[in-house]
């Protein structure tokens, strides 16, 4: 009876560890900016009321996925600043719209270009928020550049993603997000290549 009682909890040992995940390897490629790690406060044309249950629970309803969210309208506002030829990439034409715009639901304007070097997908996404700023969680430096803060989040030596930088600024009476991925080493630091995008998007300023 007792070697019964021995082979069972020996049994359930074993069963428990087989149904336990390894956790703390860093992902070969995560897609291009597949998760905002900005403020997912509401665009300023749909603030949510305070009888909208999903204001008071963010995790009511599932964010869009990216890669599926619909490419609606025409290219404007931010989306049509920026042109690629202000990224380092080769190979890059000027009439060429972004790879995908309005695919973000949590703000006014959104849009990305990403493309494939060496086999590797590198990009740049700029998210709008029309009449407030955006925010990021935590930050490790700023910029000033040509007089106004840009505020950043480098995470080029963080395991857990691609290297990446997030960077935030006041932009046409509201705020302007940006995110830099680049694995290939190419192109410089990623914040770097991000200061030099905001450098651009705040020189051509509407107003």
């Not at 949510?48 to 869009?64: G, N, Q």
């Not at 989306?79 to 009439?95: I, M, N, R």
């Not at 046409?172 to 770097?192: A, M, N, Q, R, W």
Request: glycine share 8%; hydrophobic share 30%.
């Amino acid at each position: 009876m007792r070697r019964l009682v021995l082979l069972l909890a020996v049994l359930l040992l074993a069963s428990g560890c087989a149904g336990k995940t390894i956790e703390g390897s860093p992902k070969a490629q995560d897609a291009i900016d597949a998760a905002s790690p900005f403020d997912q406060e509401a665009p300023s044309s749909e603030d949510p009321s305070p009888e909208d249950p999903t204001s008071e629970d963010p995790s009511a309803e599932d964010p869009e996925d990216p890669d599926t969210a619909p490419i609606d309208g025409e290219v404007q506002g931010v989306c049509a600043v920026l042109k690629w030829t202000d990224l380092p990439y080769p190979g890059a034409k000027p009439e060429t719209p972004p790879t995908q715009i309005n695919y973000d639901s949590t703000f006014d304007q959104s849009c990305r270009w990403t493309t494939k070097v060496d086999n590797v997908e590198v990009g740049v996404s700029l998210r709008f928020r029309e009449g407030r700023q955006i925010t990021i969680e935590r930050t490790t430096g700023e910029y000033d550049v040509n007089g106004q803060k840009v505020t950043y989040l480098d995470r080029s030596d963080d395991p857990e993603v691609q290297p990446t930088c997030v960077l935030v600024a006041p932009y046409d009476g509201g705020g302007l997000g940006i995110i830099v991925i680049d694995s290939t080493g190419k192109f410089g630091p990623v914040c770097e290549q991000g200061r030099k995008i905001a450098e651009t998007m705040l020189s051509r300023t509407p107003n």
